[in-house]
């Protein structure tokens, strides 16, 4: 079966710029969807089709991808980016994969 | 306003059965996908499988087949998830979702439920 991976955690610093990916055998060639998700809520969709931002959601959660990566970009973090986040894909298989998941820290 | 509901927190002993719910309101019911999805207690997602609420067809997860049921009422709105024969490794948190569009290619996931937990205890 498809295996999607990420990063467990990732730690960034107000104001920077946060970086999670997502690999998984040609990914480049899969849409790719990304969730956000904090504690005790539901996820929420911040990136769908790889890099299209969904209504209500900040021009700071940007997305692209690789061969063999996608990456969700959150520029100018703030305290309320702190969440776990989740890719996702279709895969051919006709099952949705998950990511294992990476939980972002905000310094 | 686009929103799914779903049934309230369930307790059940090893062995019996659960049967969780999904209401959608504020659009169309039978025009898109839905979704279920599984958390474990401090663990990530896994999806269960989907069901088009126009025919009724199904797909699962191969990991949740012969396992799970997925039906619904389309008069009422609403998508039903049945858990059978549970075990206490099958308690967490189990959310609804919407999917795409009915027909149409596979698609995000942009309106969920607010989850409901099913525990499993003797």
């Known amino acids: 079966s498809y295996v999607l991976t990420q990063p467990p955690s990732v730690s960034v610093a107000p104001g920077k710029t946060a970086r999670i990916t997502c690999g998984g055998n040609?990914?480049?060639?899969?849409?790719v969807h990304w969730y956000q998700q904090k504690p005790g809520q539901a996820p929420l969709l911040v990136i769908y089709?790889?890099?299209d931002r969904p209504s209500g959601i900040p021009e700071r959660f940007s997305g692209s991808k690789s061969a063999n990566t996608a990456t969700l970009t959150i520029s100018r973090v703030e305290a309320g980016d702190e969440a776990t986040y989740y890719c996702q894909v279709w895969d051919s298989s006709s099952e949705w994969v998950f990511g294992g998941g990476t939980k972002l820290t905000v310094l | 306003q686009v929103q799914l509901v779903q049934s309230g927190a369930e307790v059940k002993k090893p062995g019996a059965s659960v049967r969780v719910s999904c209401k959608a309101s504020g659009y169309t019911f039978t025009a898109y996908y839905i979704h279920w999805v599984r958390q474990a207690p401090g663990q990530g997602l896994e999806w269960m499988g989907w069901?088009?609420?126009?025919?009724?067809?199904?797909i699962s997860a191969q990991k949740f087949q012969g396992w799970v049921t997925m039906t619904r009422d389309t008069s009422i709105g609403t998508a039903y998830l049945d858990l059978n024969r549970l075990k206490s490794d099958d308690s967490a948190l189990y959310y609804c979702?919407?999917?795409?569009?009915?027909?149409?290619?596979?698609?995000?996931?942009?309106?969920w439920g607010q989850g409901t937990v099913v525990t499993v205890s003797s």
């Open positions: 979702a919407r999917g795409g569009m009915i027909p149409g290619a596979p698609d995000a996931f942009d309106i």
């Open positions: 069901i088009n609420p126009t025919s009724g067809d199904t």
């Open positions: 089709y790889h890099s």
């Open positions: 040609d990914i480049g060639t899969k849409s």
